[in-house]
């Protein structure tokens, strides 16, 4: 498949959130929140514009991605700056056609060019140790309780950079959005009727897996 890849334009925002939303509908919670998360981090000081990258086949938008600054903290108060990604996203009909790996490499390689020291996400290691992320636990890098979740996947950009852990992982404040602002923005798509699908089983599970 013959991709263009671009960065985000302002025209391009509704058809981004329409995208993330039909992309997520039903996956890990009846409905979604993706579009809306998607809505909001564009206006957030922690959104990297150059970051956020639309995949095309045929003058058409089928793919995004989308990053934020993060950052590692030690019990000493020393902190790593990092990056996290998330939304991504790819329309049902094109999905499983390397789209989403295609904007996770082309990403990757302008992470590096700017120098950036690493990658942390929150999802399936099925879907991304493939692009050489490990488990957080690798790098002694724990969530804000102390503990290593199942799904906390780290990629390094500047080798060794996480030596002098443990390390602490601080998502960005973006990504904390109310259920009410949710549902007043999702009256503005068409009507999808939420429902239960066997994904969401498998989300609740890996969400409160840890590490021993």
């Not at 056609?97 to 099925?126: D, F, Y």
């Not at 500047?158 to 009410?180: D, T």
Request: contains cysteine.
């Amino acid at each position: 498949m013959e991709l263009d890849l671009r960065t985000e334009e302002p025209k391009d925002h509704r058809i981004v959130e329409e995208l993330t939303r039909e992309a997520f509908w039903n996956q890990f919670v009846p409905g979604c929140d993706e579009h809306y998360l998607v809505h909001v981090l564009r206006g957030h000081p922690d959104c990297i514009p150059e970051l956020n990258v639309v995949a095309l086949c045929q003058n058409k938008i089928v793919g995004h991605i989308m990053y934020t600054r993060s950052k590692v903290i030690d019990d000493r108060g020393n902190n790593i700056d990092t990056l996290t990604f998330g939304p991504i996203s790819v329309l049902p009909a094109y999905q499983r056609q390397g789209i989403g790996s295609r904007l996770i490499q082309h990403t990757k390689k302008i992470a590096i060019k700017n120098k950036e020291k690493a990658i942390i996400i929150e999802g399936h290691p099925h879907n991304y140790c493939k692009h050489g992320f490990h488990s957080c636990k690798d790098y002694q890098i724990t969530d804000s309780s102390g503990r290593y979740p199942y799904g906390l996947l780290v990629l390094e950009l500047k080798k060794g950079i996480f030596k002098e852990g443990p390390w602490h992982y601080q998502l960005s404040p973006a990504y904390s959005v109310e259920p009410n602002d949710v549902a007043e923005f999702d009256k503005q798509f068409p009507k999808k009727k939420r429902e239960y699908q066997y994904s969401q089983d498998e989300f609740s599970i890996a969400v409160r897996a840890y590490l021993d």
